[in-house]
């Protein structure tokens, strides 16, 4: 498994890789509240599920990050925008992340594509560099939960 990858054209951060795990168990891992923080930050809420629900994933030294739920498939696709600690969601502070899972045998191949950093008011450099760690790191961790619990 790779690490993220930058595309400084197309402004996007993505990281596509297979987890030993069924896609109900990944899907789960991505939307359930109590797994999130499983592997994804400290804490999660994201009590409606639906297009334009709103909710927080936090994560230690940055604090609760807010969350709009923006597209739901169970169990194909979830997308969500998010943003900057105690800012409203705006186009320039926020980036929207794609989660895209297909079956592969007993295994679901996930695909992650965060855009929208050419949108920021930060350098988007910089944030799509801090943000390929993030994924690389994260990923590795929802692998980790996800093959330890099979």
Not at 85 to 98: A, G, Q
Request: proline share 5%; no cysteine; hydrophobic share 40%.
């Amino acid at each position: 498994m790779g690490p993220a990858v930058v595309d400084t054209e197309k402004y996007t951060v993505s990281r596509t890789l297979r987890i030993e795990a069924g896609r109900e168990r990944v899907w789960a891992a991505l939307t359930r509240d109590d797994l999130i923080a499983q592997w994804f930050g400290t804490s999660a809420s994201l009590p409606d599920l639906t297009p334009g629900g709103l909710g927080t994933i936090g994560f230690e030294g940055y604090g609760e990050l807010p969350v709009r739920v923006e597209e739901v498939d169970e169990p194909v696709v979830f997308a969500f925008t998010w943003g900057a600690r105690d800012e409203p969601l705006r186009p320039d502070n926020s980036t929207l992340v794609r989660f895209t899972l297909t079956e592969d045998g007993t295994a679901t191949v996930l695909s992650v594509v965060e855009s929208g950093f050419g949108l920021l008011s930060r350098d988007p450099l910089e944030a799509m560099q801090s943000n390929k760690q993030g994924w690389t790191d994260e990923l590795d961790e929802l692998v980790a939960y996800l093959e330890a619990a099979a």
